[in-house]
């Protein structure tokens, strides 16, 4: 399509209208979806270096046997923190900001369906994340493990204020999650491009609208059970107190009835970038697209149905645990299907050359293979109870969930870095990051499935020479330095390419997808003519995205005749065109309203006084947010 | 012949790891149980291997040979044979494969999962932060951090918890570990083929020094484990050397018998057992739940600060005097 933005006869007038304050009231108003996403993205990704240094931290403390690098306490508090960041406050939220900037553009949208939403939660996920380091480096953060098992976590137990860290800021940040998958979820099912039916949405949309459906079926449980943790801390109820007829139990069924389909909820939006990047690259569309996103549903169902299979040792009779083996067993069908599809698009492609995006998701293919086979065997009771809570299970969802999900998330990086920034990365370096952290993974992580055949079990701070782990540990130490060299190559590239890599024009790579049909970045308006979608990867359909059969007042939305921003709604399934939906533009109140929240949940901690007092000033907040501008619709 | 080695050799065994590695290790199964498993990981390992191996030469040559056909362009539209394919490779052959592992592992978790009507010996383990205590009940003997057990007798272990959930693991002795949870018991069934000592650890975090909450088992011939038994039912006799009787003073003066039972002379204050209980002491291998040695060097410096070899340890620094300290370790080190 075009190529400059300034081209286009609406330019200046869409730009005016979609155009966010700048400074910082800019910084705590603006809602474009763009500003939004990436900012979730690279707060994520500071978060995600932190945890990686946790990582550096635990490894050198495991290196030989009987250190003292760090004490029992901050070496609890480190893994802790370690599991808690890469969950709660990596993963999730940067494949969320991913999604924020890229489901609009791949759906040919302008902004999001709830644009102030989406910052709030930005708003929520941040407070929420300082606050936990900020306990961190008093020495106060949680001790217990990301799973927080009742009752060691109980106020029996853990009477101080780490477990109230986490109960809290926990629950806070699910709040983040659950709202920005409500958004997600009506910007897929109402405001992608008129023509483009379920059946020709991307994959990664698909994921994405799973993910989300996911989010909100799941989290809630979470947020449920750690209410119940925080009231028996603060309040003195006994959900989780034996002695007065609770049940810790309880936890643990609520924490993995969210938790395993959690796994789920990170890994599904990778194996959508790999879906997407692999077709590119290759040159070809996606081998069976309808098998591939029927796997995607049945992996988001299925992932409802297996929790227990964190709970073999707890003492359930064998015959119940035997289902949940079953359960587990069966989503082996639905990943290998997306596995052959991408070695099928691979084979009857055409690969011009292996770019660091694609190298990565290659890797990642590999890497996920040999996660899930080690997946299919701790799905088998008996070995299960061999190997639960030992360094085999590290190993296996390091597998999955470093070579299952940060791969693909280093290769959406490297893919869309262009469209994000108009630059392209350093592909030499990029080179050197991924056989650097490949290899370094593979250290690192492969001995791990021996040392936990070996005996180590997890979570302990040290051991004892003489059995049999202390080469194991060594190497993996040693792994972990090459993973961490890794990764400062690539923000070493990042922090070049962002001003001074090669210009990328809309579409170095020939995407198929709607992203690419604009400019990189985009303008913030996206796109100043709405896409009509013919094909499942409309920019290779010989009719391109066209505009012979569009509605009279389609045209209207590239010219605007207010300062209204407005985008098109569709209908859920076949994607015809249905109306216009008229968006809210910047605001400070989203960002008060999560600081009156943050008033009620790190009040807690204190006195739950402080909890009225946040829901009042949440009150008002809402007020203002809500409040009539005056004229207009 | 475990007899002689029973007080020397785990003490060498635990701390100078003397040819032994691997005494913690699923991979070296000594009982029937976690033999099977071990037999069903070679199965899942050799199968899954094969499986995943060619899967990823099939990637790799996929890369390659699309790779070398860069230049003409092909059609971007898929096939029909495309899905013919990936069900087949994605569909037909995890199914079969899947139906029979999945066969083998509901198996073997019947197989691990039988055990006889009625045990010979039957003992009940206590999980503590971060310490075992172990009863015999139909012998009436007490001991902690160290299981005795007759080789090639079925062993029937109830474990609970008297604090926080723990989880109970001796990997070559029983099919697996099973979690410790406060308020509940559950069974397990250990089998030691041979004479010797294995390491068992906690396996679910349960605090500060989760790290330092192991267990040795000491399997010996069903004759000895009687002697071991026979030598703990009674009251430990009367110090007879006025040191160690000057320690028995110095044990229920200082404060150590509010936790600490030892039979015959003291019952813990507090209720629910807070520390292990001292009666056969001098005769265990090791303290603070194989922590460090139990030698007079040790012993002495444990009583004094616990929490220099386990920082975190329940048990509070015991300050006194270097005569009144003589006398208590001489006093313990007798207790067997």
Known sequence: ?633 | MIRPTLRCLPVAVVFLSIGCGGWQSALDPRSPGAATIESLWWIAFTSTGILSSLTILGLLYAVHRAHRRAAPETSRHTASREQTFILIAGVGIPTLFLIGFLTLSVRAGTAVSEHPEEATVMLEVVGHQFWWEVHYPNHGVVTANEIHIPVGEPVEVHITSADVIHSFWIPQLAPGKLDMNPGRFNTLWLFAEEAGLYRGQCTEFCGVQHAHMALLVVASPPEEFEEWLDARRGTPPEPTDPEAARGREVFLEAGCSACHAIRGVSRPRFAGNPGPDLTDLGSRSSLGALTIPNDREHLAQWILEPDRFKPGVRMPPTPLDDADLAALVRYLEGLR
Do not use: C
């Open chain 1, 1 to 633: 399509m075009n190529q400059r933005a300034e081209a286009h006869p609406s330019h200046e007038r869409l730009s005016r209208v979609w155009d966010s304050p700048k400074g910082i009231w800019g910084f705590m108003t603006a809602v474009n979806h763009r500003t939004v996403g990436l900012r979730f993205m690279i707060t994520a990704f500071i978060f995600f270096i932190l945890a990686g240094l946790e990582a550096v931290v635990m490894r050198v403390q495991l290196a030989l046997p009987q250190l003292g690098v760090v004490s029992p306490d901050f070496y609890n508090q480190t893994f802790t923190m370690h599991g808690s960041t890469m969950m709660f406050l990596f993963v999730v939220p940067f494949v969320e900001g991913l999604a924020i900037y890229l489901v609009p553009l791949m759906v040919g949208a302008r902004e999001m369906a709830f644009p102030r939403l989406n910052l709030f939660g930005y708003w929520v996920f941040l407070i929420a994340g300082v606050t936990l380091y900020v306990a961190y480096l008093l020495g106060m953060a949680p001790d217990s493990g990301w799973y927080n098992y009742p009752p060691l976590t109980g106020p029996g137990f853990r009477p101080g204020a780490g477990i109230d860290f986490w109960v809290t800021m926990i629950t806070f940040l699910e709040v983040s999650a659950l709202v920005a998958a409500v958004e997600i979820i009506v910007t897929i099912l109402k405001m992608r491009a008129p023509g483009m039916s379920l059946n020709r949405m991307p994959v990664f949309v698909w994921t994405m609208l799973i993910t989300a459906l996911m989010i909100v079926i799941a989290m809630p449980a979470l947020v449920l059970t750690s209410l119940m943790l925080a009231l028996d801390r603060f309040t003195g109820t006994h959900f989780f107190n034996i002695a007065a007829g609770g049940d810790p139990f309880l936890w643990q069924h609520l924490f993995w009835f969210f938790g395993h389909p959690d796994v789920y909820i990170m890994l599904l939006p990778a194996v959508g970038v790999v879906s997407m990047i692999i077709p590119v690259f290759a040159q070809r569309a996606l081998a069976a697209y309808t098998l591939v996103v029927a796997s995607i549903v049945i992996i988001g169902t299925l992932s409802f149905g297996v929790w227990v299979h964190h709970m073999y040792t707890v003492g359930i009779a064998l015959v119940g645990l035997n289902f949940f083996a079953a359960a587990s067993m069966l989503i082996t069908i639905p990943s290998a299907i997306q596995i052959f599809s991408w070695i099928s698009t691979i084979w009857n492609g055409s690969l011009e050359r292996l770019t660091t995006a694609m190298l990565f998701a290659i890797g990642f293919i590999a890497l996920f293979i040999l996660g899930g086979i080690t997946g299919i065997m701790i799905a088998a009771v008996p070995f299960n109870w061999q190997v639960h809570d030992t360094y085999f299970i590290v190993a296996h969802f390091h597998y999955v969930l470093v070579g299952g999900v940060v791969l693909p998330i280093f290769a959406s990086v490297y893919f869309w870095f262009p469209k994000f920034t108009g630059r392209m990365l350093n592909e030499r370096l990029g080179r050197w990051h991924f056989w650097l952290f490949v290899i370094g993974f593979n250290a690192t992580f492969f001995l791990m499935h021996l040392t936990g055949l070996e005996g180590m079990p997890r979570r302990v701070y040290t051991y004892l020479p003489g059995l049999g782990w202390d080469w194991l540990n060594l190497l993996s130490t040693l792994g972990t330095f090459l993973m961490a060299f890794s990764v400062v190559l690539f923000l070493v590239n990042v922090a070049v390419s962002w001003r001074g890599g090669t210009e990328a024009g809309p579409d170095p790579w020939r995407g198929g997808s709607l992203e690419w049909a604009t400019t990189s970045p985009p303008p913030n308006y996206n796109f100043a003519d709405v896409p009509v979608v013919r094909g499942r990867d409309p920019l290779w359909e010989s009719a391109g995205i066209g505009m012979d059969t569009r509605p009279p007042w389609l045209e209207e939305l590239s010219d605007p005749s207010d300062e209204l921003r407005e985008s098109i709604t569709t209908s859920v399934v076949s994607a015809d065109a249905e109306g216009r939906a008229v968006l809210p533009g910047p605001s400070p109140w989203p960002m008060w309203l999560a600081l009156a929240l943050s008033v009620a949940f790190i009040g807690a901690m204190w006195t739950t006084a402080l909890v009225p007092v946040g829901l009042a000033l949440a009150f008002l907040a809402l007020l203002a947010w809500h409040w009539p501008a005056g004229e207009g619709p």
